[in-house]
């Protein structure tokens, strides 16, 4: 049996501010997917939430961008929006780009990650899921995982693995997508993935036999809506163990917090911090980024847990470690490299202030020309 692994998130409303979920709205959408698998229309399904954002997990048939599964996700997610308008949240309905559903909830809002497979004799399946950051916060740890031998052991000695794994690789501005094999081509990844703003891993497949490893959401909500409605805080679904990365390598590459777009008014960089679900409640100033990973074991597409990965002592250091390099950007205040560069900052209300200026520049240089001329004709005459 193909089983579909499908994680459908959104932020439909702030409490308070844009920091946490409400449980109210929280059951609401629960409940609405809740009566689909007693319908049978899913299999089984799971709601995790991080900071402001809510995310629908759902097991099935009906392949990826299935109608009636996208559709069971924005019913929910409108649903939640009634009770989040009803409770005058902030930002209610936020990441719900349009009044009317046509099938696909891609280019809607929502953020999407679904892979399909054939369910292994076990399964194990992690969804990361973050507030206060993009879609290319997953560049730096997805490269860990699949690529790098530093990282991942099982690259170097399980046979499955060794043959490595390839990345599509999708331009945010154009919409397209190339495929890169690892480790030949490797260099040619990162001279893309580095620049986080323009590209962003959608998939990752085992070279061995092609089979989906992982999967990220990738939607950036201000391309879509052109203007800034907040962050696309993003989801992945990542399989591990016998012939993946095991779990402990996957969730290695967190252990030592790195820096991604997002933070307060989706404007700033500031490290990913990983934290237990009950901390994934962003308040100083409006974070840090954080990062939940919940582990499940697929069994006959039935969720088996959650189990919070990152509630591990093993992780106080990284989060430690996060805290003290949020103060040193902090330190910038207003200052790039805390704040974003101008490019990034296009999609915000920063061009409505620098709009008012513009009127009032002047060529310097010019100035100085037409001085000089003045004082040229003063001694000639
Ligand atoms: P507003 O208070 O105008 O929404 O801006 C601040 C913010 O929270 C940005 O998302
Ligand atoms: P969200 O993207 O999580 O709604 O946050 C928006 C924001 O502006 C935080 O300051
Ligand atoms: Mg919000
Ligand atoms: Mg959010």
């Given at each position: 049996?193909?089983?579909t692994?499908?994680?459908?998130?959104?932020d439909?409303?702030?409490?308070?501010?844009?920091?946490?979920?409400?449980?109210?709205v929280?059951n609401?959408?629960?409940?609405?997917?809740?009566?689909e698998?007693?319908?049978?229309n899913?299999?089984?399904m799971?709601?995790l939430?991080?900071?402001?954002?809510?995310?629908?997990?759902?097991?099935?048939t009906?392949?990826?961008d299935?109608?009636?599964?996208?559709?069971?996700?924005?019913?929910?997610?409108?649903k939640g929006?009634?009770v989040?308008?009803?409770?005058?949240?902030?930002?209610?309905?936020?990441?719900?780009?349009t009044?009317?559903?046509?099938g696909?909830i891609?280019?809607?809002?929502?953020?999407?990650a679904?892979?399909?497979?054939?369910?292994?004799?076990?399964?194990?399946?992690?969804?990361?899921?973050?507030?206060?950051?993009?879609?290319?916060?997953w560049?730096?740890?997805?490269y860990?995982?699949?690529?790098?031998?530093m990282?991942?052991?099982?690259?170097?000695?399980?046979?499955?693995m060794h043959?490595g794994?390839?990345?599509?690789?999708?331009?945010?501005?154009?919409?397209?997508?190339?495929?890169?094999s690892?480790?030949?081509?490797?260099?040619?990844?990162?001279?893309?993935?580095?620049?986080?703003?323009k590209?962003?891993?959608?998939?990752?497949y085992?070279?061995?036999?092609?089979?989906?490893?992982?999967?990220?959401?990738?939607?950036?909500?201000?391309?879509?809506a052109?203007?800034?409605?907040?962050?696309?805080?993003?989801?992945?679904?990542?399989r591990?163990?016998?012939?993946?990365?095991?779990?402990?390598?996957?969730?290695?590459?967190?252990?030592?917090?790195?820096?991604v777009?997002?933070?307060?008014r989706g404007s700033?960089?500031?490290?990913?911090?990983?934290?237990?679900?009950e901390?994934?409640?962003?308040s100083?100033?409006d974070g840090?980024?954080?990062?939940?990973?919940?582990?499940?074991q697929?069994?006959?597409?039935?969720?088996?847990?959650?189990?919070?990965?990152?509630?591990?002592?093993?992780?106080?250091?990284?989060?430690?470690?996060?805290?003290?390099?949020?103060?040193?950007?902090?330190?910038?205040?207003?200052f790039?490299?805390?704040?974003?560069?101008?490019?990034?900052?296009?999609?915000?209300?920063?061009?409505?202030?620098?709009?008012?200026?513009?009127?009032r520049?002047?060529?310097?240089?010019?100035?100085?020309?037409?001085?000089?001329?003045v004082?040229?004709?003063?001694?000639?005459?």
């Amino acid at each position: 049996m193909k089983l579909t692994f499908s994680v459908i998130k959104a932020d439909i409303g702030g409490y308070v501010g844009h920091s946490d979920t409400h449980p109210e709205v929280v059951n609401t959408v629960r409940s609405v997917v809740e009566e689909e698998v007693k319908k049978g229309n899913l299999i089984d399904m799971d709601i995790l939430t991080c900071g402001d954002d809510i995310a629908i997990v759902m097991t099935h048939t009906h392949g990826v961008d299935s109608e009636i599964v996208h559709g069971i996700a924005w019913r929910a997610f409108e649903k939640g929006t009634e009770v989040a308008k009803k409770l005058k949240l902030y930002g209610a309905g936020q990441d719900l780009l349009t009044d009317a559903f046509s099938g696909n909830i891609k280019g809607l809002g929502p953020g999407v990650a679904e892979m399909e497979f054939e369910e292994r004799p076990s399964e194990p399946v992690i969804v990361f899921f973050a507030d206060k950051t993009s879609p290319s916060a997953w560049n730096l740890p997805l490269y860990e995982m699949f690529a790098d031998p530093m990282n991942t052991a099982g690259l170097v000695i399980d046979p499955k693995m060794h043959d490595g794994y390839t990345f599509e690789v999708l331009d945010v501005y154009t919409g397209k997508a190339v495929k890169l094999s690892t480790p030949a081509e490797l260099y040619d990844l990162l001279a893309l993935i580095g620049s986080v703003g323009k590209y962003v891993v959608k998939n990752v497949y085992r070279n061995y036999d092609g089979e989906i490893a992982a999967t990220a959401s990738t939607q950036r909500l201000s391309l879509m809506a052109g203007q800034y409605v907040g962050k696309d805080d993003p989801v992945m679904i990542v399989r591990a163990q016998s012939g993946f990365p095991a779990v402990g390598e996957i969730l290695e590459p967190f252990a030592r917090p790195w820096i991604v777009e997002g933070w307060m008014r989706g404007s700033h960089n500031g490290p990913l911090m990983p934290v237990s679900f009950e901390d994934a409640r962003p308040s100083r100033f409006d974070g840090p980024p954080r990062v939940i990973a919940a582990g499940y074991q697929v069994a006959e597409g039935k969720l088996v847990g959650p189990t919070d990965l990152f509630k591990d002592p093993a992780f106080d250091k990284a989060r430690q470690s996060a805290q003290d390099m949020a103060d040193i950007l902090r330190r910038q205040g207003i200052f790039e490299p805390h704040r974003l560069p101008a490019e990034e900052m296009e999609y915000t209300t920063l061009p409505k202030i620098l709009k008012k200026l513009e009127g009032r520049f002047y060529d310097l240089e010019e100035q100085r020309l037409d001085k000089d001329q003045v004082l040229e004709k003063e001694d000639m005459d």
